[in-house]
């Protein structure tokens, strides 16, 4: 059976993965840190080289899931956010194909992540739904008749940005924003799991400040349930481990802001994937393109 490499780029790492053609993982690799503002460390040298190490393996094809504005069409990145410098402009397929013979597909990370669990997922059977990854940032991905919904210009789902409570989604909703506040009224550099230990010890700061980010979240999951009224809405990230903790207080935060009962058609459900579902997704997308 043909043999797949599954790239899923971060800002800072790359993680690694060989899959056959039905979607399982044959081999993991090591991840790669990148830093992208020093030309040795960049994600295009970086890639380079684990593509060289591991060509010998009789690869079918190149399969990359990156964060970042992806024009899936060119597999190129037309736009990063500082998060990423120098990233912009980064031709990705056209490299894979060049330098080393090989076809390749690019998706955006939310959207690979997405099409992940449609495949293998929290989305299987569906026809329509909405991911979100909750992490440093809050990105989104829109599928409708089972096809990602890209946009006039590839920005579709980056509904990190849009304004909740007078501030951006993801300053108010993401992991990161819950760490800068329990860190800033507790003095202590506390860790996303270590604050939801402390919550479910009875901190009382924690718990509030769990709950400052449920009510973002769930504002804006509101809005867009109004919006697109999708079948089912998966949350992932790091943060959704606490699917015990987080799930029951995000319906119930719903269900108590939604308008009437005819908008609650949409189900809530968290990633099954995990880690693995953008280059997963990064597979299918790859398939399907090919």
Same mark, same amino acid.
């Given at each position: 059976?043909?043999?797949?490499?599954?790239?899923?780029?971060?800002?800072?790492?790359?993680?690694?993965?060989?899959?056959?053609?039905?979607?399982?993982?044959?081999?993991?690799?090591?991840?790669?840190?990148?830093?992208?503002?020093?030309? %040795?460390?960049?994600?295009?040298?970086?890639?380079?080289?684990?593509?060289?190490?591991?060509?010998?393996?009789?690869?079918?094809?190149?399969?990359?899931?990156?964060? =970042?504005?992806?024009?899936?069409?060119?597999?190129?990145?037309?736009?990063?956010?500082?998060?990423?410098?120098?990233?912009?402009?980064?031709?990705?397929?056209?490299?894979?194909? #060049? %330098?080393?013979?090989?076809?390749?597909?690019?998706?955006?990370?939310?959207?690979?992540?997405?099409?992940?669990?449609?495949?293998?997922?929290?989305?299987? =059977?569906?026809?329509?739904?909405?991911?979100?990854?909750? =992490?440093?940032?809050?990105?989104?991905?829109?599928?409708?008749?089972?096809?990602?919904?890209?946009?006039?210009?590839?920005?579709?789902? *980056?509904?990190?940005?849009? #304004?909740?409570?007078?501030?951006?989604?993801?300053?108010?909703?993401?992991?990161?924003?819950?760490?800068?506040?329990?860190?800033?009224?507790?003095?202590?550099?506390?860790?996303?799991? %270590?604050?939801?230990?402390?919550?479910?010890?009875?901190?009382?700061?924690?718990?509030? *400040?769990?709950?400052?980010?449920?009510?973002?979240? #769930?504002?804006?999951?509101?809005?867009?349930?109004?919006?697109?009224?999708?079948?089912?809405?998966?949350?992932?990230?790091?943060?959704?481990?606490? *699917?015990?903790?987080?799930?029951?207080?995000?319906?119930?935060?719903?269900?108590?802001?939604?308008?009437?009962?005819?908008?609650?058609?949409? %189900?809530?459900?968290?990633?099954?994937?995990?880690?693995?579902?953008?280059?997963?997704?990064?597979?299918?997308?790859?398939?399907?393109?090919?």
């Amino acid at each position: 059976m043909k043999n797949y490499l599954c790239i899923d780029i971060g800002g800072t790492a790359i993680k690694y993965g060989l899959y056959n053609r039905t979607g399982q993982k044959v081999t993991s690799f090591a991840s790669d840190q990148t830093n992208n503002a020093i030309a %040795e460390q960049n994600i295009s040298n970086t890639l380079r080289k684990k593509i060289q190490e591991l060509k010998h393996l009789g690869l079918a094809g190149v399969c990359i899931s990156s964060a =970042g504005v992806v024009d899936p069409e060119a597999g190129k990145i037309i736009y990063s956010g500082y998060t990423i410098p120098n990233y912009t402009g980064t031709a990705l397929k056209e490299m894979v194909e #060049t %330098e080393f013979q090989l076809p390749c597909e690019v998706e955006n990370d939310v959207n690979a992540a997405c099409l992940g669990e449609y495949w293998q997922g929290a989305l299987k =059977g569906t026809t329509s739904g909405i991911c979100l990854t909750v =992490g440093t940032g809050v990105g989104g991905a829109l599928l409708i008749d089972g096809q990602i919904f890209h946009g006039a210009g590839y920005t579709a789902g *980056e509904i990190g940005y849009m #304004t909740i409570n007078g501030a951006r989604f993801q300053d108010v909703a993401a992991t990161s924003a819950l760490v800068q506040r329990v860190r800033m009224r507790k003095g202590l550099p506390l860790d996303g799991k %270590e604050i939801f230990h402390l919550a479910e010890a009875g901190d009382p700061i924690c718990i509030e *400040e769990i709950e400052v980010l449920i009510q973002s979240l #769930t504002t804006g999951l509101v809005n867009i349930i109004y919006l697109l009224n999708p079948e089912r809405i998966v949350l992932g990230g790091a943060i959704m481990a606490q *699917e015990a903790y987080l799930k029951p207080r995000i319906q119930k935060a719903m269900d108590l802001k939604i308008q009437d009962d005819q908008f609650k058609q949409t %189900e809530l459900h968290f990633a099954q994937l995990k880690n693995d579902a953008g280059m997963v997704g990064a597979l299918y997308n790859f398939i399907k393109r090919q």
